[in-house]
């Protein structure tokens, strides 16, 4: 039983900090008084306690207090009593670190399976996947692994970005970078673009927002997947 | 002694494979007759064979034969015995994992020591930093560390890209991404734009190409070194 929404990105352009998502975040977390905010992505290298009260700006307007994960003395225990969690983006190395030194990634994985709702934005879209492989996040940190918590039967690429026919850059685009991964791995891709999300209802894996995704399976030329589509790759 | 060429990328826009470099390469390999050729980055995922055919293709016009690593039994008395080394890019993860996997991160290391000319490119010009932490690749595999040659007392940041003052694109800028780095470590990291490269001669390290370079020191805000400068950070 799960019960998830993975968010491409936390904002969009010309938008302010989850917007955007209010109404289903509205319905998602109506049961919640009180959400556990795991901070540890830290965009921009912020400290835990800026992250948690810029996230507990947007929730006043919803009436539902945030707490930091970081201020728990016992973090596994504050999941397991958790009504529900948000992971805010920021660098997914540095995310999946920090999961892994305070072994709360299969506590973690746990609620998710017992239909707690969550929230991912960006990294913390990245982490429900199979593994964080697909994350176009810079190196900053050494994590003691890349698999993350498996919630999802695929891997997602935030803020997925469309080739530019236009670009004189040399470096890879983010397609042959998911090419790339699957000359090593089979795990199936999500590329998410910004706006989009994921609504995980049990199994059902459902593509919501106003863009279509790409799809990158291993054995496939990637396709779009139209909006309010299930997602049955696996 | 050191004798290194590290660029930002093997191909300029517009370009052919090294061509920009040319006469460069045509000094810096004078006295070599074989080179030897580490295609570990495989970029697209393309084979060893014919990532080297490719770089043989190019050294044919410098009357230099080019034998890939892979293709030696031995590759740790491979290196011992080179008159020069070409680390193509690609991939910084793969290229990483398999320098590990084939131990051959001291042996190179110490050829690089020993005046024997290098040249790198993208993932190739990353690894002769202190670590590969500021690599632009998606982490496809899992490397058993992110320490790499050290052969330079700084980190490069190849394809460095300013921040598109239009974009729309909420994801990260190069320059947040290194910022971030030095939210959890010193070392300094030199933005080396595509077309660009340093020219490492002992332990002198000039900036050279057509563009300046973005310098940024954990304890300073970012700024632009001139071509045909020295870097002197460490």
Chains 1, 2 share one sequence.
């Not at 970081?70 to 992971?87: C, N, Q, R, W, Y």
């Amino acid at each position: 039983m799960k019960n998830l929404i993975l968010a491409s990105t936390s904002t969009v352009h010309g938008g302010s900090y989850l917007e955007y998502l209010k109404p289903q975040l509205d319905l998602h977390f109506k049961a919640v008084e009180r959400l556990i905010f795991i901070p540890y992505a830290r965009p921009g290298g912020i400290s835990h306690e800026l992250y948690t009260s810029n996230a507990q700006k947007f929730f006043n307007s919803l009436d539902i207090e945030v707490v930091g994960l970081h201020s728990f003395k016992d973090p596994i225990k504050a999941l397991e009593h958790a009504e529900g969690v948000f992971t805010g983006g920021g660098n997914t190395f540095l995310l999946v670190k920090q999961l892994y030194e305070n072994k709360i990634i299969a506590p973690l994985r746990d609620r998710l399976y017992q239909d707690m709702p969550y929230l991912g934005t960006s990294a913390g879209t990245n982490i429900a996947g199979v593994s964080m492989q697909n994350t176009n996040d810079m190196p900053i940190v050494y994590p003691p692994s890349f698999k993350t918590l498996g919630a999802v039967p695929f891997n997602i690429n935030a803020h997925y970005l469309d080739p530019d026919p236009n670009s004189k850059h040399m470096g890879e685009t983010r397609e042959t970078r998911i090419k790339e991964f699957h000359h090593f791995n089979n795990v199936p891709v999500i590329g998410l673009r910004e706006g989009s999300w994921i609504e995980v209802k049990q199994r059902t894996y459902i593509l919501r927002g106003p863009h279509s995704a790409r799809i990158f399976e291993a054995t496939k030329l990637p396709y779009e997947l139209p909006t309010d589509s299930e997602i049955t790759v696996s």
